[in-house]
């Protein structure tokens, strides 16, 4: 018998500045906040799981822990947590900090100096949690017993205020179930869908879920609800589920979307080279222009694997895009034993990014699905996708009819729009398509004229067995074969009516579309449109002023000796966070010091250096990246002159 699940808000507000760090550097910080893809704080569901975790050990012992929040090749935890959100970016603060020589002697160790980013005090970030009714007390003793979050928390950093509020969720009307039902799903955290069964330090990510991964998430869904019968329509292959593609932007209507990986025959122009002192990837770029390869006489680049092409409706032109990705830095032990934890990178596609998928299936099986699957689809339940289980919403769906066959020529483009499955006479995995697999796919009828190809590799997960399934060889999605015949109008018909190729078509596999001119084929570019420029230019023609600035005044670099006091490193550092802080006295009160450790600025070169800076042609962002910029180049040198004096 299913539990009654509730979902909260899980608010945290900061009440000392904290570090939620990423476990990188850059810019002259050693230790630099995580965000997200707005660029706002953010802390991952994970380490609140973990204070948490720690928490109910603390009250309750290492078995009831183990029985909220799951065990190690066992089951899995009760409640579903989002990484904690803040709603906008605030200005962070730099913390600096020394190693002292001995316990009596205060005096800074040399290179102990270390530079950590923080979010101020007053911060509040925002998530969810999902679990049954009845573990509400439990995990509201355990908020209760937390009081930091973030790094540094026994010396006082990340004092943090805890609170849950309780969400309402609206509810959807299902409508009347037809052979088809579209679904428009959105991840609420990141999400790693495991390329390969045999990752070293980085765990690559697929740029889309595949069917087998979502079709297993719906399964376990029902499964852990009690209802197998409903499950069995979906293993059992009454139901298929197809790949769920991401989408650039979010459409009105699902009603006449369309998305498909980019086929491998649109291809596009090789960037010219270019000559100069400016690198190749801070040149003015044109937009890409994307080719029929076979129309083309010139040598072409293939596309990226994580290229889809896309377009809201059939009136409207196709686009180009690529889902965002990025690399998180974790530790772990794979051996609890372990006594120093193992670095490692997981490749995630971004929070909040849309996918689309269907269910294909007869009405009646459909309808079961939806009836039973109805807390999923109305929004108020998770499912859990991918490495780690991370929670993925229905944002809208939509029944819909079928497509209609309206293919009537005899020559098209069949372009896979996932993984194809399919056997020889001996029963191995073919990685390509002749002109005899062909026939045996679709008939004599059908002739087999040009094509482009590939194969790849498929790995899967059996959530059951918690053991890895064995690996196939497929013919890669976006592969184009030209085909022709009486029999093209037929495979129309097959499209139409869902019967695709080869093995495990429930799982995703085999899908195709045809089409008489290649999607995603970029027009002529109008000659109005200015090239768009690099984002990394105005950075690296400011990197390239503030060297020239340190090459000028190198004294300032130069570790001890000379009577001449100088600013120190850290306070360079405390400068560029006053300048990144918008604070509107950062620089006259270095130009009229009233302290003793603030005469160290009227140094001649450091006194240059806060001349250049409080030039009134530099608008105030521009002022601290000079800065920030002016100290990696300090900092880099300092670091180099310490080496070499070691």
Known sequence: MSRKWVRYTLTAEFLSDAHIGSGSGGGGIDALIVRDRYDRPVIWASHVEGVLRDAA???????????????????????????????ESPESRIWCSTARESFDNRAPKDDTLRVIEHVPKGTKLVGEVELPASDLPTLQRFV????????GRSTGAGRVKLSLSEITTTTRKTGAATGRLVLQVKNRDPLCITATATPDNLIPSLAFVPGRALLGAVAAWLIAE?????????????????????????????????????????????????????????????????????????????????????????????????PARRVRLRNGRPDPKQVDASLFAIEQIVEKTHFLAELHGSPEDLKKVAEKLAPVLEGRRWLRVGRAGAPVEVAQFAWSKAPAATKTTDKALLTLTSDLLVRDVHLRWRTALDADAIKALFG???????????????????????????????????????????????????????????????????????????????????????????????????????????????????????????????????????????????????????????????????????????????????????????????????????????
């Open 57 to 87: 050990r603390r009250l309750r012992g290492e078995e009831e822990a183990r029985k909220f929040f799951g065990r190690a090749g066992g089951e899995k935890q009760c409640a579903v947590f989002t990484s904690l959100y803040a709603k």
């Open 226 to 322: 009690g209802d197998h019968a409903t499950a069995s329509l979906l293993t059992s292959g009454k139901v298929s589920v197809s790949d769920a593609l991401p989408l650039p932007a979010t459409p009105a209507k699902l009603d006449g979307v369309e998305v498909l990986p980019a086929p491998l025959s649109l291809q596009s122009e090789k960037p010219k080279g270019a000559a100069g002192d400016v690198p190749w990837w801070a040149q003015s770029i044109a937009p890409t222009k994307r080719i029929d390869l076979w129309g083309a006489e010139e040598k072409l680049k293939r596309p990226e694997d994580d290229l889809f092409v896309y377009r809201a409706s059939p009136s409207e032109a196709w686009i180009t895009f690529k």
């Open 144 to 151: 209760q017993e937390v009081d930091a979050l973030g790094g």
């Open 444 to 646: 004599d009828d059908v002739q087999l004229g040009k094509s482009l190809q590939d194969s790849v590799m498929v790995h899967g997960f059996n959530g059951t067995s918690r053991l890895w399934r064995m690996p196939a060889a497929a013919i890669r999605r976006g592969s184009v074969f030209e085909v022709s015949g009486t029999g093209v109008a037929k495979l129309a018909e097959r499209a139409a009516k869902n019967v695709w190729l080869g093995e495990r078509t429930h799982e995703g596999f085999g899908r195709f579309r045809l089409d008489d001119a290649l999607p995603g084929v970029t027009g002529e570019t109008p000659t109005s449109s200015a090239p768009t420029p690099a984002a990394d230019i105005a950075e690296e023609a400011i990197a390239a002023k503030t060297q020239e600035w340190f090459n000028v005044h190198k004294t300032l670099a130069k570790l001890g000796g000379g009577n001449e006091r100088k600013p120190s490193l850290s306070q360079w550092l405390d400068l560029v966070g006053d300048l990144e802080g918008g604070d509107a006295n950062a620089l006259t009160s270095r130009l009229n010091p009233t302290t003793a450790g603030g005469k160290n600025w009227k140094h001649h070169d450091a006194k240059a250096i806060l001349d250049k800076l409080n030039d009134r042609a530099l608008q105030p962002k521009q002022r601290a990246l000079h800065a920030r910029l002016f100290v990696r180049w300090l900092r880099a040198d300092m670091r180099k002159t310490a080496k070499e004096a070691r």
